[in-house]
């Protein structure tokens, strides 16, 4: 089955600095790559997702990237702010081969952003 | 815009009971998803339904069963419950189809096992 790595488990940066979270996966087959924010006692929620048949995707200050090649994809967050805190977590699915199936996500270990003022 | 609708959410039984949740997925949706995370964890998928039909599973123990109704909600029901079995359940739903992968999560139920 499918494996997603993330690093780092922990990440502190100053406000309006840069974060850059990674994954990597272990199935080429894996086809759609979500990130999820996640607030204490919260469900996680959807922040930014790339299809391999992109390379990169851009939302106002969050950006993610994907090389196929190596199996790995990035999240990265611009001019952080303190709501950004939270935990981070990548995840991938086989979605598009299944034929319309609801495919479950892998997820990655996670990631606790910490925004210093 | 309406979410993924769980309840309860929260729950407390003891060991060896049974507990049903139930989700409810965002109007229009057609697939629904059950997670469990346990505590400092990341999400972890059970079973998965696809217009009524079982469409993906993963690490679900055989003491918990699924099914999704003709109104598309879903209920997860867990039998001879253990103490490993504390966690949150998240529900997520997606609309399949079309080019649509999305899954939103709905505010979880947190089971404790005593």
């Known amino acids: 089955g499918e494996n997603v790595e993330q690093h780092p488990s922990t990440l502190s940066v100053q406000e309006g600095d840069s974060a850059v979270i990674k994954c990597t996966y272990s199935?080429?087959?894996?086809?759609?790559f979500p990130w999820y924010k996640q607030e204490l006692g919260k469900g996680p929620q959807l922040i930014i997702d790339i299809r391999s048949n992109v390379g990169e995707k851009k939302d106002q200050r969050i950006a993610v990237t994907l090389n196929k090649t190596a199996k790995h994809f990035s999240l990265h967050i611009t001019e952080t702010q303190p709501e950004d805190s939270a935990v981070y977590f990548c995840a991938a699915s086989t979605a598009m081969y299944s034929g319309g199936g609801a495919d479950g996500l892998t997820f990655g270990k996670g990631t606790h952003l910490i925004i210093q003022p | 815009a309406a979410g993924v609708i769980q309840s309860p959410r929260h729950l407390i039984k003891e060991k060896r009971e049974t507990a049903t949740l139930k989700c409810y997925p965002i109007?229009?949706?057609?697939?629904v998803y059950w997670y469990q995370q346990g505590p400092g964890q990341d999400p972890q998928f059970l079973i998965s339904f696809y217009e009524k039909m079982q469409s993906d599973k993963g690490s679900i123990p055989d003491r918990f069963s699924a099914q999704q109704f003709s109104d598309y909600h879903s209920e997860l029901n867990m039998s001879s419950l253990e103490l490993g079995d504390s966690a949150l359940y998240f529900c997520a739903s997606s609309l399949e189809g079309g080019d649509t992968y999305e899954q939103y999560f709905g505010p979880g139920t947190r089971l404790t096992v005593t």
């Open positions: 199935d080429s087959a894996s086809n759609y």
């Open positions: 109007p229009r949706h057609d697939t």
